[in-house]
């Protein structure tokens, strides 16, 4: 069972166009094109590096937790949805397995907790994670077969504004935290209650439908916020 529980979220085509975009802002990156918009979130271009790559390379592992009983399951398909294709993993099981994925919401909550704490950014991360996570539980659709889903690009823009919004100088991490947390909360986990029924033989958190929105809209919203940001925060 287990070496099913590691499949890219997306097919590979789709996942190779992440992976292309990750490599174009790590040339950025490298050439101090971008250098300003992650030095405000905090972070060096060696670990900005980590954090891309390591999200990517991450979002094969899932992580099982635990069983949710539901109809019979199916697998071994494709689903599309807003354009992007999620792949069904093939997993001979008359329940859904629950799991969290490592790329999609493993890495994203402890660098949001690192950003928290760096910058006690307590309330005003609770307020951006909690308003994006309304805006994305009101876009979310359940996808039988596959999930939980997100259109992809819905909370990005919304994220970057919100977080200037909130704090100038904070924009940055708060687009961090708050896409990523809020995308994760609006989308999977306040769905929980509907995963069993979906025929899902494999419900990721932060996995197929959810992966590409957590890793976009952090990555984009930080971008977008740390560009209009007037200057490097100041560490708490």
Not at 81 to 88: I, P, S, T
Request: charged share 5%.
């Amino acid at each position: 069972m287990h070496s099913h529980m590691h499949y890219l979220p997306m097919t590979p085509g789709l996942f190779s166009i992440l992976v292309l975009a990750a490599v174009v802002l790590l040339i950025l990156i490298q050439l101090r094109i971008l250098r300003y918009a992650y030095l405000r979130l905090g972070v060096s271009p060696g670990a900005a590096m980590l954090l891309l790559f390591g999200s990517l390379i991450g979002s094969y592992f899932n992580i099982p937790l635990t069983v949710l009983p539901g109809p019979p399951v199916q697998a071994g398909q494709i689903v599309d949805f807003f354009g992007m294709r999620y792949v069904v993993p093939y997993l001979a099981s008359p329940s859904t397995i629950l799991a969290v994925n490592v790329g999609g919401a493993v890495i994203p909550a402890l660098m949001s907790a690192y950003l928290v704490l760096r910058y006690q950014l307590w309330l005003r991360a609770m307020i951006a994670t909690v308003v994006i996570a309304a805006i994305v539980h009101a876009s979310a659709t359940p996808v039988p077969g596959m999930g939980i889903a997100v259109p992809v690009f819905v909370p990005v823009i919304v994220t970057a504004i919100l977080a200037l919004l909130l704090s100038r100088e904070y924009a940055a991490p708060l687009a961090y935290i708050g896409g990523s947390m809020g995308t994760l909360l609006g989308a999977d986990l306040l769905n929980l209650d509907k995963i069993g029924s979906l025929g899902a033989p494999i419900a990721s958190i932060g996995g197929a439908g959810t992966f590409d929105g957590v890793f976009l809209t952090g990555i984009l919203a930080v971008l977008i916020a740390g560009v209009v940001a007037p200057a490097q925060p100041r560490r708490a």
